[in-house]
């Protein structure tokens, strides 16, 4: 058997029922052009909320005071013990897998700029809070470390702060807002961060030195909250440990003791989204390979039609020499090309369709290699099971009853 | 050469139908020489297309021998079959059976396609060869569907011995034509057969069989009745009795 000659002969063939042909693809193209398309959208939207996760810190550490209620009381009651400015220290010179490490604090309270008012939560933290909630400045700057030593009455605020403050699109730098009476001059803007995953809004906040808030709003010498960013995300687990060794050796806990305080991390919040996510994709994938399917079906269905129209054709090469392998691998090439040149349309206007929905859409989309890849594969497969059975039917007919077909 | 191109010895086939059979051919002897040109005939269920199907290889005996250029057929795989074909055998039938929306001497090309000798140069030359043979080179880009039926048949025919088959066998290959055309396919088979290649021939037509050296007569699964023809028809002459009416009502 020549295949080259049999290749001709399915090429002459399909070109001679280019309909025929384009409508057998059209199932192929559509299955390939969807799996393209929701996959890209799906990991754009994977990507995205990955992103957001990222924007939140995926590297934070907390440490809260308090153990975990046991039974809703407190352990040891009336020795609580405090987080204290002392045990930030120790933190940053002790914790090898701890990059940046804050004391928080934070008091709720209204804020006044001229004749307007707000009620807000006014945080006390260092200026590396900027590194480890990777949360920068629209405009203007972080305090600096010697504000922070020097208790200094300066203040970032945040978005819907400035809005309802200063007004709508406004950059209030350089102005003076009064928290308790006390003059605090706003050295930045924060850039905006949205809700959080309670829905609650995180840009209605102002940040000001942690020693000013501490000493001249608060008056106290405990921290809220210890916050803390790993060197890595893959240190996050490593330097909660060390943070909870260093912090139990350094509040004299024994080794029955129950934790005073708590750690959490992002890292769980970051791999419950990124399930999420995976389950989207994987859902909008399934939805899009089962059109592939449907695709694969729709040519098994033309190609047995073709068999069955084609009975008489097939008759005739039978008789001029053509064996029943010749025929198999004529509709076998048939198929295969049309799932190939199916396949490749497809995935042109799969990824013009991505490119479409997210120009719409503002939605990003990642086209990987993968998903092409995947897409083209799974149109050749389909191609070959679902030409098989027709390609079979064909090889096998009786070349007497195929001739005398009508 | 003495040995018959096609041989058979006690041709039977029976075939099936659930509970009862149906003896199509009941012990058949022929022996068709080289060069000769015979006519099959005999009534419908007399057989004569069952033998065909058998000596065309397209289908095999119950029991019995078939030799077709001294190769025993009767116990070959399908695949066999089908390489004898290519190579052995030319077929025309009454339905003339080209490929729609295919040109004429891409029909005619088919046969070598399957066979694997030629490049592709030396195919379209030997296809043009046979529409030569036929009549008709200068039709060969139209389509199958641009020609007539008479033309219809003669690319067929081209089809048929393009491979220089040792056997060209026609089954009613006039059952769709008027007589004129009959006779000017009738005259192809002939000089065909003067150039050396043997033709079998089924008819029910006493007139077209008359073109043929010899008769044999089918009846019942079995011959019946084997003649030379006497006075046999020259298909160049009798063309020229019959007048081309078409031609000229139209002209």
């Known amino acids: ?77 009336g020795t609580t013990s405090r987080l204290k400015e002392s045990d930030v220290t120790a ?115 102002v940040i000001a030195p942690f020693s000013t808030v501490q000493k001249k709003l608060q008056g106290t010498i405990y921290a809220g909250a210890i916050f803390a960013s790993a060197i890595s995300s893959a240190a996050v687990p490593a330097a909660g440990e060390e943070i909870t060794q260093l912090l139990r050796d350094r509040h004299q806990l024994r080794p029955w003791d129950p934790n005073d305080f708590t750690v959490r991390t992002q890292t769980e919040i970051a791999s419950t989204a990124d399930a999420t996510t995976k389950t989207m994709t994987l859902l909008l994938a399934s939805i899009a390979g089962i059109s592939l399917i449907v695709g694969g079906i729709g040519i098994m269905n033309i190609m047995l039609v073709s068999v069955t129209e084609r009975t008489r054709e097939i008759g005739i090469r039978m008789a001029v020499g053509a064996r029943g392998g010749d025929v198999l691998t004529q509709f076998l090439i048939e198929a295969l090309t049309l799932s190939f040149a199916g396949g490749l349309m497809g995935i042109v206007i799969g990824v013009l369709t991505s490119e479409f929905v997210s120009n719409l859409q503002k939605w990003p989309i990642i086209i990987s290699p993968e998903s092409i890849a995947l897409a083209f594969t799974f149109a050749a497969i389909i191609g070959i099971f679902f030409g098989w059975y027709p390609a079979r039917k064909a090889a096998n007919l009786n070349p007497i009853e195929a001739l005398r077909y009508e | ?150 033309q219809q048949q003669r690319v067929a025919i081209a089809r048929s011995l393009v491979n ?13 034509l008027d007589t004129r055309t009959s006779v000017e396919v009738m005259e192809i088979f002939q000089k065909l057969n003067e150039r050396g290649i043997t033709v079998v021939l089924v008819t029910h037509e006493m007139d077209i069989a008359q073109f043929a050296d010899r008769n044999v007569v089918f009846k019942d699964g079995k011959i019946n009745k084997m003649v030379s023809v006497e006075d046999r028809k020259i298909a160049t002459e009798e063309l020229s009795k019959i007048p081309v009416l078409v031609d000229e009502i139209e002209l």
């Open chain 1, 91 to 205: 933190i940053r010179e002790q914790c090898p897998a701890v990059e940046y490490v804050t004391p928080i604090t934070r008091v709720v309270t209204q804020i006044i700029a001229g004749t307007e008012n707000w009620r807000t939560n006014v945080f006390g933290a260092y200026p590396n809070y900027e590194k480890i909630r990777n949360w920068p400045v629209s405009s203007g700057s972080y305090f600096t470390d010697q504000d922070e030593r020097d208790a200094a009455k300066v203040c970032l605020v945040g978005q819907t702060v400035a809005t309802n403050l200063f007004g709508e699109g406004s950059v209030p730098l350089g102005e003076t807002i009064q928290i308790r009476n006390l003059p605090f001059k706003i050295v930045g803007v924060l850039a905006p961060k949205g809700q959080n995953s309670n829905g609650d809004d995180q840009d209605d906040i």
């Open chain 1, 1 to 77: 058997m020549n295949i080259i000659n049999i290749i001709k002969i399915s090429y002459r063939s399909l070109g001679r029922n280019k309909l025929r042909s384009f409508l057998t693809m059209l199932g192929i193209i559509i299955g390939v052009a969807a799996v393209i398309a929701m996959l890209a959208i799906g990991e754009g939207a994977s990507n995205a909320v990955k992103q957001q996760i990222a924007g939140l810190g995926t590297n934070m550490l907390i440490v809260f005071p308090f153990a975990s209620t046991q039974g809703g009381v407190h352990y040891q009651a």
């Open chain 2, 164 to 176: 220089d088959p040792v056997v060209i066998l026609a089954d009613e290959p006039t059952g769709n």
């Open chain 2, 1 to 150: 050469m003495s040995q018959p191109i096609i041989s058979t010895k006690h041709l039977v086939k029976v075939y099936k139908m659930g509970d009862f059979e149906v003896h199509a051919l009941r012990g058949i002897n022929l022996d068709v020489n080289s060069r000769e040109f015979v006519a099959i005939m005999g009534a419908s269920g007399s057989g004569k297309s069952t033998f065909m199907n058998i000596v065309g290889c397209l289908d095999t005996p119950t029991s019995g021998e078939y030799f077709l250029d001294g190769v025993e057929v009767a116990k070959m795989d399908r695949d066999e079959l089908a390489r004898l074909r290519n190579l052995k055998l030319g077929f025309v039938f009454q339905a003339f059976n080209l490929l729609p929306r295919t040109t004429a001497v891409e029909n005619v090309e088919l046969p070598l396609l399957y066979s694997n000798k030629l490049s592709s140069l030396q195919r379209r030359e030997k296809a043009m060869d046979a529409l030569n043979a036929v009549g008709l080179a200068d039709r060969a880009e139209h389509y199958s569907s641009q020609l007539s039926g008479g």
